[in-house]
């Protein structure tokens, strides 16, 4: 295979990884995709001759001026992403420049035509494809410059013999491999910033399945996608272990909602469950459990409801606030022995409880100001004939369960993602929808309860012999306040809603692999920031909050002396990877090319004219012209070029006469 058909292809290939980057960060139309795909495939195995490539041309520029036209319609007509239609019209021209001649010189428009698909797939949220793309561009992008490079000197010197020796390929793998490692030690130094704006069919919150500090319904445009992060490994003592399905993993509750988002009041009063009630009235034995809890973002420790007692193992302290959730301070990662109750209490006792007091007044029956009153006559239509607050969840939980539908697939608008359109129109969603409208429809009828989030299950690991919660198993769900009894639970999602989560248990190796792949390019790749760069240096450095939240002068400025040494060991490496042979500076040229270089050196400047010409017409011209020295010349470019490109190797004692040819041609044109 010729040079200009292995460089040709090296190109296509670069087409290629640049085609499947955007693939992976924004998707394409399957007909504009198809077809460019298509296109570089054909130009892979087929080489049009000059008069088919000067037919495609006069085909190229109309369909050029079409797509132009379609990026205006949808600039100012439609107003909608204009990047795809603008990623259409380049994998035209790539197209184009795939289906020209063999001999058509176009590598620059081919080469920037490719990096302006890597670039524009850096405007969406590139997945782990967009990676292996990158990696791809950079290997081909290197192998075609390479290529390119001994195309252009068999072009500059016709006949003389070029050899890819082992150097050669040495220096083009060091100098992808050196790419891609200066390429991570950047994204270390420098943590992306926020753009400001919306990517295409990117949600206008995290559409991530995981625990979060707010429950909010404004999500739309998107699904929420799996998260197979381990946050929690339970052991259970003995054969103590209950059904997954039934153990909810209690984190933080919410008191308050404005219509969208539920939040904590700054200071609420206090409406906790006495601990004696949860031990002397609630069924079941107390079960005991160890939690070894990954550190979050939130400082909760995660239980089941009710936490009757807790014991920690690591350098933690944990609190309960006032409203009953459990927190901890100090450093670590959360190690702790629980206790609490396996049952609830029982029928008669909740049917039973007389609503006398409320914890904190109003606090758990406000409701958002803008509610419809539909939603009001709803739930009270749906509980007329239920004697006792008790069964009057009982049926609206009832309800939903079999009236609704559970779904990972967000509402297609902002006005879609409100309480009243779930309920009345879509009928189905995720489970903060669900918690939701019971806690709203419970307090119309003037039923205290609030919304809580944590986690649902998890999927037992028989090599192991623990419970593994993950990300997946986040889940939200309502806790109802019974006097005498405290806060108890209760759950409206439907079932399928959890079977969603038990049905992917049994592809555990594979898919935790390859979705926690995908859940850590999304949290250290897409989502990488100043607090990210800050935790990676903390963890080299051993540095960590003490139990004040302070840290100490001197592990600081450690810490932040540690982005310019990594700046410093970045420039070291390019310094040292430049004086590799066959890559850069001194340690590239061999001795005949620095005696050659400076025999041209001193006649270009005597004879500018000289610049720029071949070897072999530089000879030629001094000796025509008579100038000085053209013996000299002559000796030093015949065996410049035998070195060069003939692979040969001189012997100290020719190169010793190279430079006694040197210091000849030089004297005479000192005497010039």
């Known amino acids: 295979m010729s040079l200009a058909r292995t460089h040709r292809r090296l190109t296509i290939l670069m087409a290629g990884a640049g085609l499947l980057a955007f693939a992976g960060g924004a998707g394409f139309e399957l007909l504009a995709g198809l077809l460019g795909a298509a296109g570089l495939a054909l130009a892979f195995i087929w080489c049009p001759g000059p008069k088919v490539a000067a037919r495609l041309e006069r085909a190229w520029v109309p369909l050029a001026l079409v797509f132009v036209g379609r990026a205006l319609v949808h600039v100012f007509v ?22 020209r001649a063999e001999d ?33 561009y950079v290997v081909f992008g290197t192998l075609a410059m390479i290529v390119g490079n001994l195309r252009a000197q068999m072009a500059t010197h016709p006949g003389a013999k070029l050899a890819v020796d082992r150097r050669t390929v040495s220096a083009g793998v060091l100098i992808a491999v050196a790419t891609l490692l200066i390429s991570g030690v950047i994204f270390l130094a420098f943590p992306r910033v926020s753009r400001g704006w919306a990517a295409r069919g990117a949600p206008p919150v995290r559409s991530v399945a995981g625990f979060s500090d707010q429950v909010s319904l404004g999500g739309h445009g998107s699904r929420i996608y799996p998260n197979p992060q381990i946050v929690l490994r339970v052991e259970f003592e003995g054969d103590q272990a209950p059904s997954p399905a039934r153990l909810y993993w209690r984190g933080r509750s919410f008191d308050r909602f404005d219509g969208v988002r539920w939040y904590r009041s700054r200071n609420p009063p206090p409406a906790v469950g006495n601990r004696e009630w949860y031990r002397n009235r609630w069924a079941g034995p107390e079960v005991e459990y160890r939690v070894y809890a990954t550190r979050l973002g939130s400082r909760v420790l995660f239980a089941l409801h009710p936490l009757v007692d807790v014991t920690v193992q690591s350098a933690i302290y944990p609190f309960v606030d006032n409203v009953g959730d459990y927190g901890y301070g100090g450093s670590g990662a959360p190690t702790y022995t629980a206790r609490s109750m396996s049952g609830r209490p029982p029928p008669e006792a909740l049917r039973a409880a007389e609503f006398r007091s409320v914890p904190g007044g109003q606090l758990y029956l406000q409701l958002p100001r803008d509610v419809e009153p539909r939603v009001l006559r709803l739930a009270d239509s749906l509980t007329s004939a239920a004697p006792t607050p008790y069964d009057k969840v009982l049926e609206l939980e009832s309800w939903f369960r079999e009236e609704f539908s559970y779904t990972r697939d967000l509402p297609g608008s902002a006005r879609e993602a409100t309480l009243e359109h779930f309920l009345f129109e879509r009928r189905a969603g995720h489970c903060e929808y669900f918690s939701t409208a019971l806690a709203v429809m419970l307090r119309a009828l003037g039923i205290p309860s609030r919304e809580v989030n944590g986690f649902l299950g998890g999927q037992w690991s028989e090599f192991g012999q623990y419970l593994a919660v993950t990300q997946n198993e986040a889940h939200s769900w309502v806790e109802v306040w019974f006097p005498g009894l405290g806060w108890v639970p209760f759950d409206p999602t439907p079932a399928s809603g959890s079977n969603l989560r038990a049905t992917q248990s049994w592809l555990w190796p594979g898919r935790f692999l390859m979705d926690g792949l995908q859940y850590r390019w999304s949290r250290w790749i897409l989502d990488y920031s100043i607090d990210n760069q800050t935790g990676i240096l903390d963890r080299l450095s051993g540095v960590g909050p003490n139990e004040e939240g302070l840290e100490d002068l001197g592990p600081r400025i450690i810490r932040w002396l540690r982005i310019p040494a990594i700046l410093a060991v970045l420039a070291g490496l390019g310094l040292a990877l430049m004086r590799l042979p066959g890559i850069g500076g001194a340690g590239r040229i061999g001795p005949e090319s620095r005696i050659y270089l400076r025999l041209r050196e001193g006649y270009e400047r005597k004879y500018p004219p000289l610049r720029g010409t071949p070897p072999l017409e530089f000879s030629r011209s001094i000796r025509e012209a008579g100038w000085p020295g053209a013996n000299d010349v002559d000796r030093i470019v015949g065996r410049y070029l035998e070195v060069r490109f003939g692979g040969r190797t001189l012997p100290p004692a020719e190169l010793s006469r190279m430079k006694a040819s040197l210091r000849a041609a030089r004297r005479g044109l000192r005497q010039t």
């Open 104 to 136: 058509a010189e176009n590598e620059p428009r081919a080469y920037a035509l490719s990096f302006a698909l890597i670039l524009a797939a850096t405007a969406y949220r590139p997945g782990v494809v967009f990676a292996v793309a990158f990696t791809l």
């Open 78 to 99: 439609i107003q909608d992403d204009i990047v795809v239609p603008v990623v259409d019209l380049l994998l035209l021209l790539l197209c184009a420049e795939a289906l």
